[in-house]
């Protein structure tokens, strides 16, 4: 079982952490989130239990007790798989959500297509870098969450952004073919149970020349490739993430099979 545990002071590490939860039962892993470019623990990580059992026994025990003079928070998460490095890259994506997108190809007068958007965290500055001769269409399946996008973008001052409520298992869109110039899937690859059946439909969507662009979380970036190879409909086009950062989930983007620019 996998727990998030937060609140934790800079100083504690690994080993005090393992200290700590061994006491409960067995440790499968531990990961402290660090700042990509500092090294710096950013207050929060994960431990993985060896059962059910035992995780909820270390969220009872361990649950708001202090820990170097601070209180901890443990709580289970709905993660299931951990890869090298992505929870540190998934935090670095969302505080450079406006420079991430300019560098991946997001322009003036573009049409997006933001797909699993939840509340905006790439909505947002994707339509304030389109701006008023552009558009973003806020894709997903929680309808409270497009609430809270809506709300955002009320308090922005944003007239550009559609939101698109999706069935909890359709992948549809309900958009034109060849319609939008850009799709953003990040963070919700890992979510689809059809993920052909979803490639096939960004690709009816998107225009020829256009781009798709997906941060495979808790998939990786060799198996996300695989994937795409199968479906036949996407090529490679290149990849991008914080110079010198190793980590097993990255940005990859892919144009319609046939280009050659």
Known sequence: MLLKVEGIYHHIGKDKLNELFSKIGIVESITIIRDIYSGRSRGFGFVEMSSQAEGEEAIRQLNGIMLGGRQISVKATKYQQLLQGEMEFREWLAEN???????????????ILDYGC????????????VGRKGKVYAADVS??????????????????????????????????????????????????????????????????????????MHIGTERMLEIIDKCGLFCFRDRYGPFGYKTESEILNFKKVGLNF
């Open 97 to 111: 959500a406006h420079e991430v997108l300019r560098r991946v190809g997001v322009k003036e007068g573009m049409i």
């Open 118 to 129: 939840g509340s905006g965290r790439f909505t947002i500055p994707s339509a304030k870098i």
């Open 143 to 216: 309808s409270p969450a497009l609430g809270r996008l809506k709300e955002e973008a009320e308090n922005e001052g944003l007239q550009n952004i559609e939101t698109v409520l999706c069935g909890s298992s359709d992948v549809t869109t309900g958009l034109r073919d060849q319609s939008v110039d850009a799709i953003l899937v990040y963070d919700v690859m890992q979510e689809v149970g059809d993920r052909e059946r979803l490639l096939g439909e960004l690709n009816r969507v998107l225009r020829r020349d256009g781009f798709l662009s997906i941060f495979p």
